[in-house]
T-cell receptor
């Protein structure tokens, strides 16, 4: 699976957009980009995923660059409850021993402040 | 939709005893479930992949005789920590793979071995 690189921490003011970057320069053509978040002492929560097109759901938007080497998760109006560790993960798609396995890195600690 | 539950949410046991943790997909069927472990201030580490009706696949370094996994139905997987010791104290989290491949996580089980 492709590795991902994320900044260790970010701050955001409540009500503003939070833009979390992720680099995945070795991503393969059939690998998806998944985003999860983990609020303290809870299990990870699925946010969004995409292959090459931009995606949007009720939680966030995912912008994937045309070369697929990086992506940005956008929380349009951050709230205090969005404070969490955000994980960007490239998922092994088909075949191989890593098929379907999520490999969690250190993620980005997003702190939303008043 | 896509709700995963775990039971118990926390457990304290004496060293040498066994502890069983249940993971259930409440509103979908999951042929594949995963078990993770998370130590304080660290990221999630995959322990094993649980497939309904077949033996679990363990990650390197995880003792299959110590961490028994049973996936007897499409909505239930169990993890039994046998002869638990203080070093097994951790946050155990399961995930269930939905029909479209996305993993949904349970809330986690905090184990403390005295």
């Amino acid at each position: 699976d492709a590795k991902t690189t994320q900044p260790p921490s970010m701050d955001c003011a409540e009500g503003r957009a939070a833009n979390l970057p992720c680099n995945h320069s070795t991503i393969s053509g059939n690998e998806y980009v998944y985003w999860y978040r983990q609020i303290h002492s809870q299990g990870p929560q699925y946010i969004i995923h995409g292959l090459k097109n931009n995606e949007t759901n009720e939680m966030a938007s995912l912008i994937i660059t045309e070369d697929r080497k990086s992506s940005t998760l956008i929380l349009p109006h951050a709230t205090l409850r969005d404070t969490a560790v955000y994980y960007c993960i490239v998922l092994g798609n088909a075949g191989g021993t890593s098929y379907g396995k999520l490999t969690f890195g250190q993620g980005t600690i997003l702190t939303v402040h008043p | 939709g896509a709700v995963v539950s775990q039971h118990p949410s926390w457990v304290i046991c004496k060293s040498g005893t066994s502890v069983k943790i249940e993971c259930r997909s409440l509103d979908f069927q999951a042929t594949t479930m995963f078990w993770y472990r998370q130590f304080p201030k660290q990221s999630l580490m995959l322990m094993a992949t649980s497939n309904e009706g077949s033996k679990a696949t363990y990650e390197q370094g995880v003792e299959k005789d110590k961490f028994l996994i049973n996936h007897a139905s499409l909505t239930l997987s169990t993890l039994t920590v046998t002869s638990a010791h203080p070093e097994d104290s951790s946050f155990y989290i399961c995930s269930a793979k939905g029909r479209k491949g996305t993993q949904y996580f349970g809330p986690g089980t905090r184990l403390l071995v005295l």
